[in-house]
Nanobody, 119 residues
Framework: QVQLVESGGGLVQAGASVRLSCAAS????????MGWFRQVPGKERERVAA????????YYADSVKGRFTISRDNAKNTVYLLMNSLQPEDTAVYYC????????????WGQGTQVTVSS
């Protein structure tokens, strides 16, 4: 089992940069791909970024490509999401999630952290 805890969210002004962190504990010796998702009430959850367990391959949704950067530090059991040039449409609850390497389903989820971008 893996426990995930996000941090770093808050209220920021449009154009600002924020770095979210996701700390993992539990069965961290396993190989996990990690993803960042966001959700707005009444809308479908969106995967915004993902990274393989080695960090060698990354994915970004078109809506954030060029602005967001996902990274990980396996020695610290932490994954990050650097968000640049934030806009009001980026306002959402951001979740990190983990999948077992070789699988496609994200099975472990954090509690989420709110990011609100004011104009």
């Amino acid at each position: 089992q893996v426990q995930l805890v996000e941090s770093g969210g808050g209220l920021v002004q449009a154009g600002a940069s924020v770095r979210l962190s996701c700390a993992a504990s539990g069965r961290t010796s396993s190989r996990y791909g990690m993803g960042w998702f966001r959700q707005v009430p009444g809308k479908e959850r969106e995967r915004v970024a993902a990274i393989t367990w080695t960090g060698g391959t990354t994915y970004y949704a078109d809506s954030v490509k060029g602005r967001f950067t996902i990274s990980r530090d396996n020695a610290k059991n932490t994954v990050y999401l650097l968000m640049n040039s934030l806009q009001p449409e980026d306002t959402a609850v951001y979740y990190c999630a983990a999948r077992v390497a070789g699988s496609i389903e994200y099975v472990y989820w954090g509690q989420g952290t709110q990011v609100t971008v004011s104009s």
